[in-house]
């Protein structure tokens, strides 16, 4: 018997991955699932190529519209250890990766290792 996704996720989100790819037609299920796994002890941030960075207070999204701002910022959030457990949901990279990664500023340099 197949495992329910959200349970699956919420185990991968509670394990700490640094990264987990969910690839889904059902964007708005997928976000209710993240919202409702995140509610009990993260908030959760997100990122589109049209909307830049929500869901921090004092944070213009339009300051990270640009892949490569989102991702360093996303890289270096609380290195010191002292803000809130945030999940960052990043959105569309997949078609964003795909367009250019030569030159300076590869966005795949950017992403936690």
Do not use: C
Request: net charge negative; no cysteine; hydrophobic share 35%.
């Amino acid at each position: 018997m197949k495992e329910n996704p959200t349970i699956t996720l919420e185990r991968y989100i509670r394990a700490r991955y640094p990264v987990i790819l969910v690839l889904s037609h059902e964007e708005s299920r997928v976000m209710r699932s993240i919202a409702e796994i995140a509610a009990k002890k993260r908030t959760v941030v997100e990122w589109s190529d049209t909307r830049g960075m929500t869901g921090i207070s004092g944070l213009a999204a339009s300051d990270y519209e640009d892949p490569n701002a989102a991702l360093k910022y996303i890289a270096q959030f609380d290195e010191e250890g002292s803000e809130e457990p945030v999940l960052f949901v990043v959105k569309d990279l997949h078609d964003i990766l795909k367009l250019d990664l030569t030159g300076p500023g590869d966005r795949r340099d950017s992403l936690p290792r």
